[in-house]
């Protein structure tokens, strides 16, 4: 299957930098849990590459591959020595959802933060925003509230978010929030339960009389556990938490 595929080829790849900064590009590929079994062995990523592998708590009993590029090049090059390495085989389940995402800087809350808490990481929640056609400022507008509430209650939320350009229809985006433990959920209530309502971008929660907005922008939230059996990532990623990314048979 495919991700038994990628984590026995990802130590042969090379790239040019270790990850620094949230990846610019991600392929996300969703797969139905029932129809997902666990790979044979993990491998090494390759430099500036990571496969991060997520089991759903909340939501549909999916299982998502979430993996990084450093440029739409680099994604044609990663599938091309992909196929070349094993021709002929099956790389995705037929029951499989593949998004293609690139970041968005400025709307995304600490992202070099989020990434460095991704190292120490057990698990993630994912916003999933749908907006209208022509509300990108008032979706703008609601991360920039996102981000004050955040502060107000002064709770460590740093996020990536990432605008799905091929796999979802226009106006997708995700936020993803890596947390060390569901306990900052807890803390988040215990500080303020108002204004931890508003930090999780809830539309209804920022503006309960505008009725507009609402319409315009749908929201969603899903928590995910991190699994290092289906993940992947490189010793330097994994280098502040071995036992858990690395963990001995």
Do not use: C
């Not at 999916?62 to 790389?91: C, I």
């Not at 999933?128 to 008032?138: K, P, Q």
């Not at 993803?176 to 931890?196: C, H, I, M, W």
């Not at 939230?221 to 699994?227: T, V």
Request: overall charge neutral; glycine content about 6%.
């Amino acid at each position: 299957m495919r991700i038994a595929l990628l984590l026995s080829f990802l130590p042969i790849l090379a790239t040019a930098q270790t990850l620094v900064h949230p990846p610019p590009l991600i392929r996300l590929i969703q797969t139905p849990s029932a129809g997902f079994d666990l790979p044979a062995h993990r491998g090494d990523a390759a430099v500036g590459i990571l496969l991060i592998g997520m089991t759903a708590i909340t939501g549909s009993v999916d299982t998502w591959e979430l993996e990084t590029h450093s440029s739409f090049a680099g994604l044609e090059q990663f599938d091309n020595d992909l196929l070349a390495l094993r021709p002929g085989e099956k790389t995705r389940g037929d029951q499989s959802r593949t998004l293609i995402a690139f970041h968005r800087q400025w709307w995304s809350y600490r992202p070099g933060e989020a990434l460095e808490a991704l190292r120490k990481s057990r698990y993630m929640q994912v916003s999933i925003y749908r907006i209208a056609s022509g509300s990108e400022m008032e979706f703008a507008e609601l991360l920039r509230a996102r981000k004050a509430a955040l502060d107000s209650i002064n709770i460590d939320r740093p996020d990536m978010v990432y605008q799905v350009i091929s796999g979802a229809p226009s106006g997708t985006f995700l936020v993803f929030s890596p947390l060390v433990s569901l306990k900052l959920l807890d803390d988040g209530v215990n500080r303020s339960a108002a204004a931890y309502l508003r930090s999780t971008g809830s539309p209804s929660a920022r503006a309960s009389n505008n009725a507009a907005l609402q319409s315009e922008i749908s929201h969603e939230n899903l928590l995910f556990r991190i699994d290092p059996r289906i993940s992947s990532v490189s010793s330097e990623f994994a280098g502040s938490d071995p036992d858990f990314w690395k963990p001995k048979k």
